[in-house]
């Protein structure tokens, strides 16, 4: 089992990113998907997860109306849009697979390396 | 300020035991299982503990969890260099509608 995230990079204040995440090695519209951050330095954050259909979507509240979680089960991928980044959104942005279908549980045992973004001016 | 707490380290030479505390709340470890996780430097982090005291396969029998009301704790028994980490505790929060993380614990052998 596999996750590789891409879409990663250097964006200005106010500015926009979309992150991907391709997942081989399972069934990937099984399962619950999840982003991840870490800031330099802190520790985790979860900032949104969505089940196997798209159906049920959380968020953490600090990203809010600014982030997008989707994913396309024929590709087998799941994506972040990221708009109005602001610098305290600076962090590595792990791409992670839920041992559930459905939202409520956040058992993570696939994750992918990381992909990084950079907020700055 | 994360939702759950862990002391920020915890440390033990080799062979001796040690424990890592996740304390909680009624919204998330009091009504929802606690996971555990080991982050190595420069790799990803890796599931340790699910439902509170399942082992997924590979990890080793030394790494043991528990629950009790809103608190968890991370039991490694023969401590070993390569335990040398940062372990995370989470679980669902009911009230927050998401995971929620414990702020890591930084273990020294």
């Known amino acids: 089992m596999q996750l590789v995230e891409s879409g990663g990079g250097l964006v200005q204040p106010g500015g926009s990113l979309r992150l991907s995440c391709v997942a081989s090695?399972?069934?990937?519209?099984?399962?619950?998907m999840h982003w991840v951050r870490q800031v330099p330095g802190k520790g985790l954050e979860w900032v949104s997860g969505?089940?196997?259909?798209?159906?049920?979507?959380g968020y953490v509240d600090s990203v809010k109306g600014r982030f997008t979680i989707s994913r396309d089960n024929a590709k087998k991928s799941l994506y972040l849009q990221m708009n109005s980044l602001t610098i305290e959104d600076t962090a590595l942005y792990y791409c992670t697979k839920d041992i559930s279908p459905i939202m409520g549980n956040g058992h993570m045992d696939v994750w992918g390396q990381g992909t990084a973004v950079i907020v700055s001016s | 300020q994360s939702v759950l707490t862990q002391p920020p380290s915890a440390s033990g030479t080799p062979g001796q035991g040690v424990t890592i505390s996740c304390s909680g709340s009624?919204?998330?470890?009091?009504?929802?299982?606690v996971d555990w996780y080991q982050h190595l430097p420069g790799t990803a982090p890796k599931l340790l503990i699910n439902?509170?005291?399942y082992r997924p396969s590979g990890v080793p029998d030394r790494f043991s969890g528990s629950k009790s009301g809103t608190s968890a704790s991370l039991a490694i028994s023969g401590l070993l260099s390569e335990d040398e980490a940062d372990y995370y505790c989470a679980a669902w929060d009911d009230s927050l509608n998401g995971v929620v993380f414990g702020g890591g614990t930084k273990l020294t052998v």
């Open positions: 090695g399972f069934t990937f519209d099984d399962y619950v």
């Open positions: 009624s919204s998330n470890i009091g009504l929802n299982t």
């Open positions: 969505l089940s196997w259909n798209g159906d049920n979507i």
């Open positions: 439902s509170n005291n």
